[in-house]
């Protein structure tokens, strides 16, 4: 287990809602590929406690730093994981809004690919299947859909935009999407613009940049924004092929 504690006399009430929200969240969401909840303990005159499941490989975040890259099967299976638990999430309508490596737990020190999505601090709910988000910008700027750093509302396909990043960064070494200011950055994102520098992606596979360029959209429509979702993802070529060729 892990202990996940809160000082009661550091936290404003919204602070406080959130956590609720979090913990509300991580009971209704029951997959192999997101981190468990096993108690809350709120009744304490001055923290409040979540106990969590250990995830003893950490952060994916530090593997990537580790490995420098992915090769292209270990990338695919961590996505296929990652996929399947951001499906879960949106089919109960929540959408996550903080998806990035630092939020992706190893089960384990020596397999690269199976994780666990993490910290729901920003996920919320849906009112309907078809509504969108009020306007806020939540998500950590570098991982941020188009839509949100443009403050425009938005719905589950932020969350899908977060994972072209993921897989960005995974298969080249670097993200899509660099700034010397935060400025510079979020103007970056807005474009949608990013380059596949063939120094790093030469070896990568065509339908893995695809899948790429599909997911890092910004066009829009009358109705939503046109990325890709989790459903059509998951059919993807590269996503069920059975063998990439070595890096």
């Known amino acids: 287990y892990a202990v996940k504690m809160l000082t009661k006399a550091k936290m404003e009430p919204e602070d406080e809602a959130n956590l609720l929200e979090e913990v509300n969240i991580l009971r209704e969401l029951k997959h192999p590929n997101i981190i468990s ?35 292209e099967k270990e990338a695919r299976d961590l996505c ?36 666990k999505l993490a910290d729901f601090g920003f996920a919320t709910h849906l009112v309907s299947a078809r509504s969108v988000l009020a306007i806020l910008e939540c998500c950590t700027p570098a991982y941020a859909a188009p839509e949100i750093l443009r403050h425009k509302p938005y719905g589950t396909s932020v969350d899908m935009w977060s994972i072209g990043v993921i897989m960005y960064i995974l298969l080249g070494g670097y993200p899509p999407f660099k700034g010397e200011s935060r400025t510079r950055l979020s103007r970056k994102i807005r474009t949608g613009r990013f380059e596949v520098h063939n120094e790093y992606w030469g070896s990568i596979s065509s339908d893995a940049k695809d899948l790429i360029s599909e997911l890092l959209t910004v066009s829009v429509t009358k109705v939503r924004w046109s990325r890709m979702l989790e459903f059509k993802v ?7 092929v059975s063998q990439t060729p070595a890096r």
């Open 80 to 115: 296929k994981a990652l996929l399947g638990a951001i499906k879960c999430c949106h089919d109960r309508d929540i959408v996550h809004r903080d998806l990035k490596p630092e939020n992706l737990l190893l089960t384990s020190d020596v397999d690269d690919a199976n994780i």
């Open 37 to 71: 909840i096993y108690q809350f303990y709120c009744q304490e005159p001055d923290n409040y406690y979540v106990i969590i499941e250990y995830m003893q490989g950490g952060e994916l975040f530090d593997r990537i730093v580790k490995k420098q890259f992915y090769m």
């Open 234 to 240: 998951i059919r993807a070529t590269w996503v069920k």
